[in-house]
C-alpha cells in the first residue's frame, strides 16, 4: 500500500497543478531563476483560440502582374509568409498556396489591416547606408531613398532587350521601378552605396528603448562574416558622431547618428549588433523584426481581397460546445456511477482529472482551440473511460469465479492493459497522420482536430489506469471489510 500512496501524492500534486493553470484568472508563471533577471520564465497561460472562435482576418495575395513565377518561387514565398506571421505572435495561423499564383492567409486575432498588410506584403529589403554626406534634417522619415542594392534588384529584373533604367528614373524599391510615378532622392545624382543588407543579420527582435518605456526599437545581431557584414563593421568603426541611414523597401526609416562607443567596439572587433530606432510603435517594431529576421519574399504580392471575421459566430459554437461538453461529462459520470457503484467513484475521480488535466495543457502547451479542436476533445472524454469498462468488467468476472477483491481488483487491471494499450496506440497512430497531412496540406482544421484527440489518449493511458488504479485501491483501503461483506458495491 506504500507504492499507491506515494502515487495518490503525485496523482493529488498534479491535479493541484492542473487546477491552479485552469484558473481563468491565472497569472502565468513567473520565475528569476538566478536573482538578478538574467535567466527567467515569463510564460503568459491563457486559452489560445482560433479564427473561427475569435475571429481575426482573412488576407487574399497574388503575384504583382508581369511578375514571373513558378512552384518553387511560390513555395519559398508562402513559407516566408507563413514565418512571417509566425513571428508576430500570431497562433495557428493558415497560409495556403492556390492556382493562379495566390496565397491566401488566415490571422486569428488580427483585426487590424495595417498590421496584417505590413506583415505580409512588404518585400522586406532592410539596407544599411551610406549617409555620410548628408546634413541633419535633409532627409525625413519615410523619404524614397534609392541605393546601390536596389538599382542592381531592379535591373536584374529586366529584360535582356529591355534598357536600364537612368538614376533619375528609379523609385522605391517597394514600388514597380518602370511605371512608379514618384522619383527617387539621390546622393549628388548617384544612388546611395549600401554597406550591408538584411541578410547580414542572424536574428531580430522588438525592445522598448528608453527609460520611460514607451518607444519601441529592433535589436538585431550580426551574422559572423559575409554578406557586407564586415564591410558595415568598418564604415561603423571609422565613421564615428557620422549618421547612417537604414532603410526599408526604400523608405528611409531613421539615419541616426553613430555613437562613439559603438564605433570603438567595431574598432576593436567585438562589435555583434545593435539597435535600429525609428519611434516605432510596439505593433511596428514587431512586425520589422519579423521582416529582418524571417527574410525577404521572392516576388512582390498584390493584396486583392481582404475579410474582417468577427467572433459573434464563435461565442455561440463555444457557448454550445461548453453546454454538450458538461452534458456529456455529466452522463458519463452518472452512467459510471450507477452501473460500477463503488469503483465507479474511482473511474469518476479520474475522469474529473482527465479533463482538467487535458485543458491545462491546453493553455500551457497552448493548444489552439478551434471547433474541431473541441471537438477532438469532446471525443476523447467519451473514450476516457473505456479503459475503465475493460477493467471492471474484468474484475467482476475474477469476482465471480471465487477471487479476492485484492486479486481481482489486480487481476482486472493487468490483464485488461495490454487492451488498452493497444487501442488507445491504434487511434494515436490515426491522429499522427491527420496532423501530419493537416501539416502538409494546409488543413488546419483536421490538425486541430488531431491534436486535441492524441492529447486526450495520451492521457488516458495515464488516468484511466495509473489513476483509476490508485483512486480504487485507497478507496478499498479506507472501506476496510464492508465492500467484502457487500459485493453489490462493486457492481457484482
Known amino acids: 500500500m506504500r507504492r499507491y500512496r506515494f502515487w495518490l501524492a503525485i496523482i493529488l500534486l498534479i491535479a493541484a497543478f492542473a487546477t491552479w493553470l ?22 503568459d497561460i491563457k486559452v489560445v483560440q482560433g479564427l473561427d472562435l475569435q475571429g481575426g482576418s482573412r488576407v487574399l495575395l497574388q503575384a504583382a502582374p508581369g511578375t514571373s513565377y513558378d512552384d518553387t518561387t511560390m513555395e519559398q514565398a508562402k513559407q516566408n509568409v507563413e514565418r512571417r506571421v509566425n513571428g508576430l505572435g500570431v497562433t495557428e495561423a493558415v497560409v495556403q498556396r492556390q492556382e493562379g499564383g495566390r496565397i491566401i492567409v488566415e490571422l486569428p486575432g488580427v483585426q487590424e489591416q495595417a498590421v496584417a498588410f505590413d506583415a505580409i506584403k512588404s518585400t522586406g529589403l532592410l539596407e544599411f547606408v551610406d549617409f555620410s554626406r548628408v546634413g541633419s534634417g535633409q532627409y525625413a522619415e519615410g523619404d524614397c531613398i534609392l541605393t546601390t542594392e536596389q538599382v542592381a534588384r531592379a535591373e536584374a529584373r529586366l529584360g535582356e532587350d529591355e534598357t536600364p533604367l537612368a538614376p533619375g528614373e528609379y523609385t522605391c524599391a517597394s514600388e514597380d521601378p518602370a511605371v512608379a510615378p514618384d522619383p527617387a532622392k539621390l546622393d549628388g545624382g548617384q544612388p546611395f552605396t549600401t554597406l550591408m543588407t538584411g541578410a547580414g543579420l542572424a536574428d531580430a527582435a522588438p525592445v522598448i528603448e528608453g527609460q520611460i518605456g514607451t518607444k519601441w526599437a529592433v535589436n538585431f545581431v550580426l551574422k559572423g562574416d559575409g554578406d557586407g557584414v564586415d564591410r558595415f563593421i568598418q564604415y561603423v568603426g571609422s565613421h564615428s558622431n557620422q549618421p547612417m541611414a537604414i532603410v526599408l523597401d526604400g523608405r528611409l526609416l531613421s539615419y541616426p547618428t553613430i555613437q562613439p562607443d559603438l564605433a570603438s567596439s567595431a574598432r576593436a572587433g567585438t562589435m555583434d549588433g545593435g539597435i535600429i530606432t525609428g519611434n516605432f510603435t510596439r505593433d511596428e517594431a514587431q512586425v520589422l523584426a519579423a521582416q529582418l529576421k524571417y527574410g525577404a519574399l521572392p516576388i512582390p504580392l498584390d493584396i486583392i ?52 488535466v487535458n485543458f491545462a495543457l491546453f493553455k500551457l ?51 485488461a492493459w495490454i487492451a488498452i494499450r493497444d487501442s488507445n496506440l491504434s487511434t494515436i497512430i490515426i491522429c499522427l497522420i491527420l496532423y501530419f497531412f493537416g501539416s502538409a ?37 479506507v472501506s476496510g471489510g464492508v465492500l467484502r461483506r457487500r459485493p453489490k458495491l462493486l457492481g457484482v
Not at 474582417?308 to 461538453?325: H, M
Not at 488531431?450 to 485501491?473: C, E, K, M, Q
Request: proline share 4%.
Open 22 to 43: 485552469s484558473l481563468p484568472g491565472n497569472p502565468g508563471i513567473r520565475l528569476d531563476l538566478d536573482g538578478d533577471g538574467k535567466y527567467e520564465i515569463n510564460r
Open 305 to 356: 481581397a481582404f475579410d474582417t471575421i468577427g467572433p459573434s459566430l464563435g461565442q455561440v459554437s463555444v457557448d454550445r460546445s461548453i453546454r454538450a461538453g458538461i452534458i456529456g461529462v455529466a452522463t458519463v459520470l452518472l452512467f459510471m456511477l450507477v452501473y460500477y457503484r463503488v469503483p465507479g467513484i474511482a473511474a469518476d475521480l479520474a475522469l474529473l482529472l482527465f479533463v482538467v
Open 365 to 415: 502547451i497552448p493548444v489552439t482551440l478551434s471547433l474541431p479542436a473541441i471537438t477532438g476533445f469532446l471525443i476523447s472524454i467519451g473514450t476516457a473511460v473505456d479503459g475503465n469498462i475493460l477493467i471492471f468488467e474484468r474484475m467482476k468476472e475474477e469476482l465471480r469465479a471465487g477471487r479476492s477483491m485484492e486479486r481481482a481488483i489486480e487481476a482486472g487491471f493487468n490483464r
Open 441 to 477: 496540406f494546409g488543413a488546419s482544421a483536421v490538425r486541430g482536430f488531431a491534436i486535441t484527440l492524441g492529447l486526450g489518449l495520451v492521457i488516458n493511458l495515464f488516468t484511466a489506469v495509473l489513476a483509476t488504479r490508485v483512486f480504487l485501491h485507497t478507496i478499498v483501503t
